[in-house]
């Protein structure tokens, strides 16, 4: 199935302790409908030492969010909007932007 938000986007979040932010989405996980996006959802670990880190302590990463819980950002109208598919003249099935009608993928 065709997924509306991918790796690379840029997302606006729209409920929850960071509403408003904006970030690249890093990664996406499918299985869980989850998104992990650059700064926002960030969450405090205690990590013990091991081989990779010498040091343990307290380290910030981000945490995935739930894709409804994001809006994908127009590249061409910079609004967070609605993402639908339609097929092009010569068959490629991409995804365009429901408020100005612009294609996202190129």
Do not use: W
Request: glycine content about 10%; aromatic content about 4%.
């Amino acid at each position: 199935m065709a997924r509306k938000i991918k790796k690379g986007d840029t997302v606006k979040v729209l409920s929850g302790k960071d509403k408003g932010k904006t970030g690249e989405v890093v990664t996406v996980i499918p299985k869980e409908d989850k998104v992990v996006v650059r700064g926002v959802n960030i969450v405090k670990r205690h990590q013990r030492p091991n081989a990779q880190m010498r040091q343990g302590g307290i380290i910030e990463k981000e945490a995935p969010i739930y894709v409804c819980k994001v809006a994908l950002v127009c590249p061409s109208c910079g609004q967070a909007t609605r993402v639908g598919f339609r097929f092009l003249d010569d068959g490629r099935k991409v995804r365009y932007c429901k408020k100005c009608g612009e294609v996202i993928d190129k």
